[in-house]
């Protein structure tokens, strides 16, 4: 169970990590599996750990006016988060220092994460795509970029462990079509999710349809995104064991989490649990007997301390509150052999930055990354049952690599089951429309609210970013939070490779609601978050919540901040660990390879904590002598 | 039904109909009470009555298996398979009958005794749960009937199990019906054991085992071989106010405090049937359409179990929409009858095909 009682002061823990999201509590588990004793500072509530508690965020969720992706969590000043209704234009060199997310600009980017236990996949959508091997090597092949220090094939067998730990449902076929390499006879966990009806309505429309970028030739076919969500368990799994899915994370027995139902919001709260969350992974890390895993929450890391003459971190400080509507709290010490921050791309290396840690590249918190999503809408001729399923089951994913990757930003298509609602296009804001500007009632309102909502065609289109180093998370004395904390500082920027990717999207999609019979309800205007112009058109652009790249890995102490396990390059006894490490993330939502490469870390960290016991000892006591 | 001990496959084909009989017939008091709870409350208790009532169908895909697997022919739409509340179990335990009723006291009262353990963990208990005494396991009953009387489900699958033994002991070619009839792992699944597709002596016996043990917990401990909760000591933590948790002992659970609230739940007619409510009325066409949707629903499942295993996933559909009908009767009043709500009556037409 969560504690907040502060940590013993003369407890050495073998590791402590920052954050209890996706990166957290994997690598927690893989610690305590071999024997460590690990702690775990959560900044935000730890409510969920029970059915009950999961069912507040539920309930909170129900009631909600905005169904944002950070409804269902309580509003905490002491660890705060970035929401949506808080993202505003900016005008011209003045920053908006409104809410905890400080945007400098010159583009808003209305993106989020979510402090909480779990992180952000309590809130996130679930797809678990691998990257293309191509991605991994945009510098050398398009002249883009930055190239990884670890290929593909050398990822490829954690992905193969963080696909069973996330339980990905998928159809190997189907993703090897799109280049991606698979061991002969892989199969995922979990049969492929099957496709809506919305899905086989779009895919009758435009499968087979030609595409021609750069010169070469492409042809579109929908299918079903790689999911870590619960489907049907693949009995050829694992060399013919199968696969056991993973249910509902509680503290007594429940059969809930299991196969998912369709209920259309994934995000931001799977009812169920069919969708996985970290806290399934950090429920079997507390479970584990052969280490143990000490949680904190309501515990905000406030200071990294580095002895200056062995390099290493020789503790860290933490801030535990008691009540989230109140700034009082107290600051507490903890000394471990190894640090890992997994507080997300933001707030790690916010973190740092705070601390006086810029890494000796300077690059902590450059290079920020994110997908720059475009929203296209309309209705299709006839009703295709909106609003049921998984809020996306299937997409375009044929133009994800390739050659106009040298001029142009690739990009993917997401065919959204709930309809508009991400474009503000809500079933709510439909019915009042209804009510208030056709003075609709009764059948004719039942009728009408039905006809408009069951024919909802909204295409999500994912455009790759690269890494510049000018989009950036700093910390400026001038802004805290409510603990004392410096809040992050985004500056952030479009660039025309993308913006180029972004309208072609445009231009296809306008072909592809052509063949469909689509009547064009999209509609971009000036006022709107996120409005850009690009050669004579304008268009709106989202968040994609991929926050990554701020704490880049690359080959050398001046290239990078973290090496190819993620362990800082300045610092020894430090991983910064998380999607902040990734040098490009292509056209794939970045959860499933952040866990593939926390997974590779930990055997490092393994290999580490091993090898340097007696040495490590040392240092901490220097350490402590000094702090 | 009348049993006697199993000495021929046709007997045992008898009991595996006797079985998917009364795993069925657990689940509409089981449901009646879950749907009863007010939306939102009681979380504690929903997820307890809803994890049983779960598990419950898994035993019913289980006891259809068993039977596909010797040669039998589910049959889930004959006259009589939903029984008519209130009603004994079909095993033949004559010291209770089950209602449909609100969440309350007494259905936890009756939850407890049908899933009451083979042996009771007790002699106490034992003392206390036998009003007279009786004769030797399985016992006749004492009003004549020459049938077999079960004193728990328990002891009633024990039965088969020692059938099955017995049938595979002197010879007898059991397991002679069409595989592809079998509802495998892909098609159903539950975080409380998986289906066990019944091909074989081992496997036939591993499906007893698995009800037994979810259940009532045959070996006397309250979790079984999979560190799983039996049913009876999930129910008796609504009673005593408190998890279980690993290492605890029959009625001294240790775990988290647990809270009922006996009050947040709708006020059901008990064992309603469907004249209860005046012809032409809402409620009745409401419970009229629930009957009728719960009749197609038992069938559209029985093609699943008699060769089109398949159709256990639109079946699922199915069973959201029986969830929403159950909720348009216990959230309206009952005409004519203050204080009381509606609620569904599980009359079946006289045959459903």
Known sequence: ?627 | MTLSRITTKADLQDYLHAAMQLEHATIPPYLTALYSIHPGTNSDAFHVIRVVAVEEMLHLTLAANMLNAVGGEPDMTRAGFVPRYPAYLPDGEADFEVSLERFSPTAIGTFLKIERPAQAPSEEMRVLRRPKPRAAIPAVHPDGDDGLHFWSIGEFYAEIARGIQHLHDQGVDLFTGDPSRQVTPELYYSGGGEVIPVKDLASALAAVELISEQGEGLTGSIYDEEGELSHYFRFQQLTLGRYYQAGDVANSPTGPALEVDWDAVYPLLTNATITDFPAGSEVRAAAEAFNAGYAEFLSLVNQAFTGQPDLLIPAVGEMFALRDQVGRLVRNPAPGRPGVNAAPTFDMPETTR
């Open chain 1, 1 to 627: 169970m969560p504690s907040s009682a502060p940590v013993d002061a003369d407890t050495i823990y073998d590791a402590v990590i920052v954050g209890s999201g996706v990166s957290g509590s994997l690598v927690a588990n893989e610690l305590s599996k071999q024997g460590f004793h690990v702690l775990v500072l959560e900044a935000g509530p730890g409510e969920d750990q029970t059915i009950r508690g999961y069912e507040k965020y539920l309930s909170r969720f129900y009631e909600a006016t905005s169904k944002d992706n950070n409804s269902p969590y309580p509003a905490n000043p002491n660890a705060s988060m970035p929401r949506s209704p808080a993202v505003h234009s900016l005008a011209a060199g003045q920053p908006d220092s409104s809410s905890y997310l400080v945007q400098n600009g010159p583009f808003p980017l209305d993106s989020t994460y979510t402090r909480t236990l779990g992180g952000t996949t309590m809130h996130w959508e679930g797809k678990a795509l691998r990257m293309l091997p191509e991605d991994f090597e945009t510098r050398s092949r398009y002249g883009q970029g930055l190239d990884w220090p670890i290929s593909y094939d050398e990822l490829a067998p954690h992905y193969r462990r963080a696909e069973r730990e996330l339980g990905v449902s998928a159809d190997v076929q189907d993703q090897a079509e799109l280049g991606i390499p698979f061991e002969p006879g892989y199969v995922f966990p979990m049969q492929g999710l099957p496709a809506s009806y919305l899905d086989q309505a779009v895919a009758a429309g435009i499968d087979g349809t030609g595409v021609r970028l750069d010169g070469e030739d492409y042809h579109l076919k929908v299918r079903a995104f790689p999911q870590a969500r619960n489907g049907i368990p693949n009995a050829a799994y694992d060399g013919g064991k199968g696969y056991v899915p993973v249910g509902a994370v509680s503290t007594h027995q429940v059969e809930q989490g299991e196969r998912c139902q369709g209920n259309n919001n994934c995000v931001p709260l799977c009812p169920v649990q069919a969708k996985y969350h970290a806290g399934k992974t950090l429920a079997k890390a507390l479970a584990g007997t052969v280490g143990k895993v000490d949680l904190r929450t309501q515990a905000v890391a406030s200071r990294v301390h580095v002895d200056h003459v062995t390099g290493r971190v020789s503790h860290l400080e933490y801030k535990a509150y008691a009540d989230p509507g109140s700034p009082e709290h107290t600051t507490h010490t903890v000394r471990a052999r190894l640090f890992v921050l997994a507080a997300n791309a933001v707030e790690t290396p916010r973190l740092m930055l705070a601390s006086g840690l810029p890494s000796s590249s300077a690059l902590m918190g450059r290079n920020l990354m994110d997908h720059a999503y475009l929203l296209t809408w309309g209705l299709m001729p006839g009703p295709v049952g909106t609003m049921r399923g998984t809020v996306c089951t299937s997409g375009i994913s044929d133009l994800r690599g390739g050659a106009f990757r040298h001029g142009q930003a690739a990009f993917a298509a997401d065919i959204h089951n709930d309809g508009w609602g991400w474009a503000g296009g809500t079933p709510e804001v439909q019915v009042l429309d209804l009510v208030d500007s056709m003075n609709a009632f009764g059948p004719d309102l039942r009728r009408g609210a039905v006809d408009r909502i069951s024919r909802q065609l909204l295409l999500a289109w994912m455009v790759e970013l690269m890494p510049d180093p000018s989009n950036r998370i700093t910390v400026d004395g001038r802004y805290k939070d409510a603990l004392g904390n410096l809040k992050p500082v985004l500056s952030y920027n479009i660039a025309d490779y993308t913006l180029a990717g972004v309208a072609q999207a445009r231009s296809l999609s306008r072909r592809l609601f052509q063949r469909l019979g689509v009547e064009d309800h999209t509609d971009y205007r000036p006022t709107d978050v996120g409005y850009v112009s690009y050669q004579g058109e304008g268009y709106v652009i989202r968040g994609g919540n991929h926050w990554s790249g701020t704490h880049v890995m690359g080959t050398t102490p001046a290239n990078s901040v973290v090496d190819a396990d993620q362990r800082s390059w300045d610092h020894e006894n430090l991983f910064l660990v998380g999607s902040g490490s990734m040098p490009s993330i292509g056209t794939s939502n970045t959860t499933l390879t952040l866990a593939a490469l926390c997974l590779k870390s930990a055997e490092q960290m393994v290999r580490q904590l091993r090898d340097e016991t007696s040495a490590v000892e040392l240092a901490t006591t220097t350490g402590s002598a000094q702090a």
